[in-house]
C-alpha cells in the first residue's frame, strides 16, 4: 500500500511557465512533507518542506502548497527554466518518526527551452 | 546544509559476495538513515542508523542481511551480505538536522549503484 502517491509520471512544460507538480498522501499521521529534486547520478536534493500546520510555504520560485482535507500537496516552480528537469520526489514523515520519510514514486519534470 | 560522502559511487559485484558502503558527513548529526532506490522505484528507508546502540530495521529487511554501523556521530557503514540480483539497487546515506520543533531538512549522499552479477 503506497502511503505517498505521485500519480503523473512524467510532466513537460514550456520554459517560463509554471510547472505544478501533485502528490497525494493517505496516512493521516503524516504532518510534516519534503519535496526533493533528483538528478540522474547524484542523491536527492532537498528543495523546500512544509509542516501541517501552515497551508503554503515559499522560496524563491518554489512554492509549496498543503490541502489537509484533501491529504494534497503540490509544488509550483515559477518561472520554470531548462535547468529545473530533474525527477521530483514527495516525501512525508509524522511526527515522532524520528524523521524518517516515505517517498512517493516521483515525477519527471522536462522543461523545453 | 550537510555535505555527505559515500564511498564506492558504484560497484559491480558476484553473488553470494558482501560489499560495504561508507558514509561521512562533514559535521556532526544525530540521525543518519540508509535508503534504497531500487530500479524505476521510490526510495525506501532500510534503516535509521544509531550511534552507540544497533541500527534500528524497517519491516522487510533485516540485521543479517544489512549489517550497519555508526561507531561516531560523523560516519556510518552498511553492508549489503549475501547479494543477489536483486539486490542492484542505488544506496543513499541521508542525514536529518532539525531546525526548531517543528522543522527540519534530511539530506541525502551521492548514492552507490550497485549491480550484482
Known amino acids: 500500500d503506497q502511503q505517498v502517491k505521485q500519480n503523473s509520471p512524467s510532466l513537460s512544460v514550456q520554459e517560463g511557465r509554471i510547472s505544478i507538480l501533485n502528490c497525494d498522501y493517505t496516512?493521516?499521521?503524516?504532518?510534516?512533507f519534503l519535496w526533493y529534486k533528483k538528478y540522474p547520478a547524484e542523491g536527492p536534493t532537498f528543495l523546500i518542506s512544509i509542516s501541517s500546520i501552515k497551508d503554503k510555504n515559499e522560496d524563491g520560485r518554489f512554492t509549496v502548497f498543503l490541502n489537509k482535507s484533501a491529504k494534497h500537496l503540490s509544488l509550483h516552480i515559477v518561472p520554470s527554466q531548462p535547468g529545473d528537469s530533474a525527477v521530483y520526489f514527495c516525501a512525508a514523515s509524522a511526527t515522532g518518526a524520528n524523521s524518517k520519510l516515505t517517498f512517493g514514486k516521483g515525477i519527471t519534470l522536462s522543461v523545453r527551452p | 546544509s550537510a555535505v555527505i560522502s559515500q564511498k564506492p559511487s558504484r560497484d559491480i559485484c558476484q553473488r553470494g559476495t558482501s560489499l560495504t558502503i561508507q558514509c561521512q558527513v562533514d559535521s556532526q548529526v544525530t540521525m543518519m538513515f540508509w535508503y534504497r532506490q531500487q530500479p524505476g522505484q521510490s526510495l525506501t528507508l532500510i534503516a535509521t542508523?544509531?550511534?552507540?546502540?544497533?541500527?534500528?530495521?524497517e519491516s522487510g529487511f533485516v540485521i543479517d542481511k544489512f549489517p550497519i554501523s555508526r561507531p561516531n556521530l560523523t560516519f556510518s557503514t552498511l553492508t549489503v551480505s549475501n547479494m543477489s540480483p536483486e539486490d542492484s539497487s542505488i544506496y543513499l546515506c541521508?542525514?536529518?538536522?532539525?531546525?526548531?520543533?517543528?522543522?527540519?531538512?534530511?539530506?541525502f549522499g551521492p548514492g552507490t549503484r550497485l549491480t550484482v552479477t
Open positions: 496516512n493521516s499521521m503524516f504532518d510534516y
Open positions: 542508523a544509531n550511534q552507540g546502540s544497533e541500527a534500528t530495521y
Open positions: 541521508s542525514v536529518a538536522r532539525a531546525f526548531g520543533s517543528s522543522s527540519y531538512e534530511q539530506y
